[in-house]
């Protein structure tokens, strides 16, 4: 039988498809005002409106007080609404206005999260891997010139990522949740570090979280997901 997904995904506009259920939505890199008003779960939105609320629990605060600067909205996905607090509810929509690798990057992270697969704070050293692939996505978001986005694309290793959230057509955001979900957890196939790169076990479970539609039947998750950040990364480096 199969599970359900924790969270929708949705990529929402003025103009476009707008939050088919207001009362459960978190807009994540929403910025338009009328937007922002249509997601009751709260916005995070960093960046741009530098507003963060998650209303669920009634949480609000400006990302920039405190001293502690929040530089993207997946950086804030991993703290967000406290460490180890509440989570949306399962059922609830995660919906972005501006998609690409941070939006659904931090879509990512909610999922990972609520799997249980995210370090907990205690767990954080400044070499693991998660928190630092997530500083590096950061990174590459806050670049204003594009050759400097594509330096840092190419040295963290995020090419194929990047192209593959920002591929037009666009694909189901499910699918996009999912294989940035990959890459945190186990990095680019093709890179040095990536000497063991995925488990099926961990593969399925995101598959079914995330309500991936993986129609591939001959091939295991783990492999599926595997060649797709490969061939976008073969691509991105060819496009250079």
């Known amino acids: 039988m199969k599970k359900t997904a924790f969270y929708n995904f949705a990529v929402i506009s003025n103009r476009g498809?707008?939050?088919?259920?207001?009362?459960h939505t978190l807009g994540i890199k929403v910025s338009d005002p009328i937007l922002q008003a249509l997601c009751k779960l709260g916005v995070w939105d960093p960046q741009t409106t530098r507003v963060c609320s998650s209303m669920w629990t009634g949480v609000w605060e400006a990302?920039?007080?405190?001293?502690?600067s929040i530089d993207s909205a997946a950086t804030y996905a991993e703290r967000a609404p406290q460490p180890e607090g509440p989570l949306p509810r399962d059922g609830s929509t995660l919906a972005t206005e501006h998609p690409g690798v941070d939006a659904f990057a931090a879509m990512a992270v909610l999922v990972?999260?609520?799997l249980g697969l995210w370090p907990s704070m205690a767990e954080h050293g400044p070499e693991h891997p998660l928190p630092t692939r997530l500083r590096c996505i950061a990174k590459y978001d806050n670049a204003s010139a594009e050759a400097e986005k594509e330096k840092l694309a190419?040295?963290?290793?995020?090419?194929?990522?990047?192209?593959?959230?920002s591929s037009t057509p666009a694909r189901p955001p499910a699918?996009?949740?999912?294989?940035?979900a990959c890459w945190l957890l186990w990095g680019q196939p093709t890179s040095p570090h990536a000497k063991r790169w995925g488990r099926?076990?961990?593969?399925?479970?995101?598959?079914?979280?995330?309500g991936a539609d993986m129609s591939n039947t001959t091939m295991s998750y783990r492999d599926q997901f595997r060649d797709l950040l490969i061939d976008m990364g073969d691509h991105a480096h060819e496009d250079t």
Do not use: Q, S
């Not at 963290?156 to 959230?165: H, I, P, R, S």
């Open 17 to 23: 498809a707008r939050p088919t259920d207001d009362a």
């Open 175 to 180: 699918l996009l949740v999912a294989v940035a």
């Open 154 to 165: 190419t040295k963290y290793d995020l090419d194929g990522l990047v192209l593959f959230c």
């Open 200 to 210: 099926e076990a961990t593969c399925r479970l995101i598959v079914e979280a995330c």
């Open 63 to 68: 990302p920039y007080v405190r001293g502690n």
């Open 112 to 114: 990972l999260r609520r």
